[in-house]
C-alpha cells in the first residue's frame, strides 16, 4: 500500500465505525492491531478523527 493508500484505509475503517456507534469512535472501539494501524497512519487519535473528517482541528 501506499502512503496515501493506508491514510485512505485508517479514514475508511475510523468514518466506518463512526456510522456503526452513532458517535466519535474511540480507541477502546478497536481490537489492538486496527488501532495500532490507524494511529501509525494518521497520528495520534485526535489528530486521526480530525484526517477522517470527524472531528474538526484545534486553531
Avoid at 21 to 38: H, M, S, V
Avoid at 53 to 58: D, N, P, T, V
Wanted: aromatic letters at 8%; a positive charge.
Amino acid at each position: 500500500m501506499t502512503p496515501e493508500e493506508k491514510k485512505r484505509w485508517a479514514q475508511e475503517r475510523l468514518r466506518e465505525k463512526y456510522a456503526e456507534l452513532g458517535r466519535l469512535p474511540k480507541k477502546e472501539d478497536f481490537d489492538d492491531a486496527t488501532r495500532a494501524r490507524i494511529k501509525a497512519f494518521l497520528g495520534p487519535w485526535p489528530r486521526a478523527l480530525e484526517a477522517a473528517g470527524l472531528k474538526e482541528s484545534k486553531p
